[in-house]
């Protein structure tokens, strides 16, 4: 086994362990974090490929603002210290079955198509990805980069949606249990005195 291969086993043991760790600890500021170096092992795997360009895009764009954005999200609308509740077994069931079928996806593809090196040189320069990610025309990605920004959107609103918790219902508001309080005592009782309007 030569050092590239290691070093590509370590980078994708990282991103795994990671992910796995984001998905199954039950404080979610914690979470935040660990989804945080997923996705830094991510950007590793790109520098792995000689792909600096998309590295440092996935450093600017996904920890630099999309995780960022998480934590905030996180801090202004629940307290991040507390435990998230456990999942039910039907919950961990399905999540369960998904990552067998994203896996099993993964492996079907790898066996069929048998991805081998062809010796080609990979040259993508910027100039050639911004082009190509902005051409309009056949083979050009502007129609996908536009749908992928509109899902993040959907996401970073449906994260909020979720994590924003449900006013807790009470017996009245603190100023009508005031008000109830006051109600019929006289004003010399209560220590109020007349204001002159002005």
Same mark, same amino acid.
């Given at each position: =086994?030569?050092?590239? #291969?290691?070093?590509?086993?370590?980078?994708?043991?990282?991103?795994?362990?990671?992910?796995?760790?984001? =998905?199954?600890?039950?404080?979610?500021?914690?979470s935040?974090?660990?989804?945080?170096?997923s996705l830094i092992g991510v950007a590793a795997l790109y520098f792995w490929l000689q792909v600096e360009f998309i590295a440092a895009v996935q450093i600017i764009v996904y920890v630099g603002g999309i995780v960022v954005l998480i934590i905030f999200s996180?801090?202004?609308?629940?307290?991040?210290?507390?435990? =998230?509740?456990?999942?039910?077994?039907?919950?961990?069931i399905a999540s369960g079955l998904a990552v067998l079928f994203g896996f099993g996806l993964t492996f079907l593809q790898i066996w069929k198509y048998n991805?081998?090196?062809t010796g080609k040189s990979f040259n993508w320069t910027v100039s050639k990805i911004g082009s190509q990610m902005l051409n309009t025309s056949t083979g050009g990605y502007a129609l996908p980069f536009e749908v992928v920004s509109m899902l993040l959107l959907a996401a970073m609103v449906g994260?909020?949606?979720?994590? =924003?918790? #449900?006013?807790?219902?009470?017996?009245?508001?603190?100023?009508?249990?005031?008000l109830k309080k006051l109600d019929g005592k006289p004003e010399e009782e209560l220590g109020i005195t007349q204001i002159s309007e002005v």
């Amino acid at each position: =086994m030569t050092a590239s #291969a290691i070093i590509f086993y370590i980078i994708s043991a990282f991103v795994l362990g990671a992910g796995l760790l984001a =998905m199954t600890t039950r404080k979610i500021f914690r979470s935040a974090i660990w989804l945080l170096f997923s996705l830094i092992g991510v950007a590793a795997l790109y520098f792995w490929l000689q792909v600096e360009f998309i590295a440092a895009v996935q450093i600017i764009v996904y920890v630099g603002g999309i995780v960022v954005l998480i934590i905030f999200s996180i801090f202004l609308t629940q307290q991040s210290g507390k435990e =998230m509740p456990r999942q039910s077994l039907q919950r961990t069931i399905a999540s369960g079955l998904a990552v067998l079928f994203g896996f099993g996806l993964t492996f079907l593809q790898i066996w069929k198509y048998n991805f081998q090196p062809t010796g080609k040189s990979f040259n993508w320069t910027v100039s050639k990805i911004g082009s190509q990610m902005l051409n309009t025309s056949t083979g050009g990605y502007a129609l996908p980069f536009e749908v992928v920004s509109m899902l993040l959107l959907a996401a970073m609103v449906g994260c909020i949606v979720i994590a =924003m918790k #449900a006013p807790v219902a009470t017996n009245g508001t603190a100023d009508q249990q005031l008000l109830k309080k006051l109600d019929g005592k006289p004003e010399e009782e209560l220590g109020i005195t007349q204001i002159s309007e002005v």
